[in-house]
């Protein structure tokens, strides 16, 4: 059984940092894919970034380019954003995601990633 548990959200200042982890269980996630995507009010879910199985691969979306940073850590199946310079726009939920099998990272859309955590809140206040 795969879990995928998300912390580390919270409220925010705008321009402070927050680091969002996704502790993985169920399998060794060593050898997939993993990424974020968020969810903000009355919105659909929107990519975020991702890292490949090795992580020597990371794609980001456009408005957070510069100032997040996605990075993960095979041996405790753990995958983080680290997320600086944030905006009030930026407030969403987050969710970690993970795509079977080897994986490049670059899956832009929802529906191609296989499990997904419950999420965790991020407020950003102006």
């Known amino acids: 059984h795969v879990q995928l548990v998300e912390s580390g959200g919270g409220l925010v200042q705008a321009g402070g940092s927050v680091r969002l982890s996704c502790a993985a269980s169920?399998?060794?996630?060593?050898?997939?894919?993993m990424g974020w995507f968020l969810q903000a009010p009355v919105k659909e879910r929107e990519f975020v970034a991702a890292i490949s199985w090795s992580g020597a691969n990371a794609y980001y979306t456009d408005s957070v380019k510069g100032r997040f940073t996605i990075s993960r850590d095979n041996a405790k199946n753990t995958l983080y954003l680290q997320m600086n310079s944030l905006k009030p726009e930026d407030t969403a939920v987050y969710y970690c995601?993970?795509?079977?099998?080897?994986?490049?990272?670059?899956?832009?859309?929802?529906?191609?990633?296989?499990?997904w955590g419950q999420g965790t809140q991020v407020t950003v206040s102006s």
């Open positions: 169920g399998r060794t996630f060593s050898t997939y894919a």
């Open positions: 995601v993970i795509k079977n099998g080897y994986g490049s990272g670059w899956y832009p859309f929802a529906e191609q990633w296989d499990y």
